[in-house]
């Protein structure tokens, strides 16, 4: 459920940001969502057990 709640987010800063300031904004934020994410997966990745 989680899942439709950000893409319904996402729909709604991207339609508002394009109205605002175009399409180049858009990507921006885009690429800014990568970002984070990217960035959540690197900070708390599982890292294997040591090997006994």
């Known amino acids: 459920m989680m899942f439709y709640s950000g893409s319904a987010i996402g729909?709604?800063?991207s339609t508002a940001l394009y109205a605002a300031a175009g399409w180049g904004a858009v990507c921006l934020?885009?690429?800014?969502?990568?970002l984070l994410?990217?960035?959540?997966h690197l900070?708390?990745?599982?890292r294997p057990a040591a090997a006994a």
């Open 11 to 13: 729909a709604v800063a």
């Open 43 to 46: 900070l708390w990745r599982v």
């Open 37 to 40: 994410a990217l960035t959540g």
């Open 29 to 34: 934020l885009g690429a800014s969502f990568s």
